[in-house]
């Protein structure tokens, strides 16, 4: 969506599946995504929001040990992130609270994670660097029940 001072894009990054059997198109979707954005951004900020399906680092897991080699922490998906991010964009919940741990925003249905915290962050706000001084703050809606994800919410101060 175009709005007069940014665009919002709204996106579900392709999961590098079970086993990794979808990894190569994962890779290919991550330079594609990232020059989008850049182009985007090159004409007025950007805000991205949704399902990126990646635990960026060790503080955006329950278990990062036992995760390496599965879907959504590998390190070729973690340097994605990396790179998306050195492009000029901030993660904003982790520019908020850079240490916040065990704060997630997915968790399987399996073995009542949700309850025990079991989770991922896979979930994000993402601002171009030049818009960050212009965001309030971003929540995790975890108590907000219904899905295995939680909603996210992005604050922006309010505009001159």
Known sequence: AEYPTFYLVTTYVPNAGRKLVTLDKRMDWDPKFRKHLQELDA????????????????????NPK??????G?????????????????TDVYRHFYPEEKDKYTF??????????????????????????????DCIH???V???????????LTKPN
């Open 145 to 155: 029940l219904g899905s295995d994800h939680c909603p996210i919410t992005l604050l």
């Open 107 to 136: 968790w399987t249905y399996m073995m009542n994670c949700r309850a025990k915290n079991v989770g991922w962050r896979l979930d994000y706000m993402l601002a171009s660097n030049r818009l960050v001084d212009k965001v309030a």
């Open 66 to 71: 036992t995760n390496t080699k599965n879907a």
């Open 73 to 89: 922490f590998t390190k070729e998906e973690r340097d994605g992130f990396s790179t998306l991010l050195e492009a000029g964009f």
């Open 43 to 62: 004409k007025k900020p950007v805000i991205v929001c949704g399902d990126l399906n990646v635990a960026h680092k060790e503080i955006d897991l329950k």
């Open 141 to 143: 809606r975890t108590d």
